[in-house]
């Protein structure tokens, strides 16, 4: 549709598509230029952690025993999930045995925390090792560990799913059958 103004026809901007050409076009330029004050951004930042790294280094060991406790409480979880589906007729998914199982496996997961911020924090004993190349790729490795995870996850509950039969809801078990009455003739739906 055209406007008319001051005598002239104006044409209506073009609709930008979608993907990666019109995405890129529009935010290279941008993105080149915000580079520098990023890394600059960055170099104090990083200045400021090396200078107090005592203070860094205790926060930063706090934070890796929580995300720790949190994640392999995460992963554990969905592996007992994923184990319970598959093996629903084994002795440590049976309820006789919840017990026993939750308790082991949150002194696992507990023992495995610990260990990540003890690590955390010896990795970070002094900025003359720092940078550290083992740190470096360990932390990288803690960032693709939980997609991995969720991408495996999500991949075996898709799975299970397709073989499962049963409807259910948000992952939940099927309700059992209804011990109800039925309904009197007058309250059934028509057929």
């Not at 019109?22 to 990083?46: C, D, Y």
């Not at 629903?88 to 507990?110: C, F, S, T, Y």
């Not at 911020?117 to 720092?130: P, R, V």
């Amino acid at each position: 549709m055209a406007f008319r103004r001051l005598g002239r026809a104006v044409s209506e901007p073009p609709e930008r598509g979608h993907g990666l050409a019109p995405f890129l076009k529009r935010w290279t330029i941008p993105i080149i230029g915000a580079l520098t004050p990023v890394g600059l951004i960055a170099v104090n930042i990083s200045v400021f952690v090396v200078k107090n790294l005592n203070e860094f280094r205790w926060g930063i060991t706090i934070l890796a025993f929580v995300s720790g406790l949190l994640l392999n409480s995460w992963a554990a979880l969905n592996i007992y999930r994923t184990f319970q589906r598959r093996r629903p007729d084994h002795a440590l998914v049976a309820d006789r045995n919840q017990e026993l199982v939750l308790v082991g496996g949150m002194l696992i997961v507990i023992i495995a925390a610990f260990l990540t911020a003890l690590f955390c924090y010896m990795g970070l004993s002094s900025e003359a090792n720092l940078p550290n190349g083992v740190t470096f790729i360990t932390g990288i490795g803690a960032v693709l560990i939980p997609i991995l995870l969720q991408g495996i996850f999500r991949r075996t509950v898709r799975r299970d799913r397709q073989h499962d039969d049963r409807a259910t809801v948000g992952g939940l078990p099927p309700s059992p059958p209804s011990s109800q009455p039925p309904l009197p003739p007058s309250f059934r739906s028509p057929r």
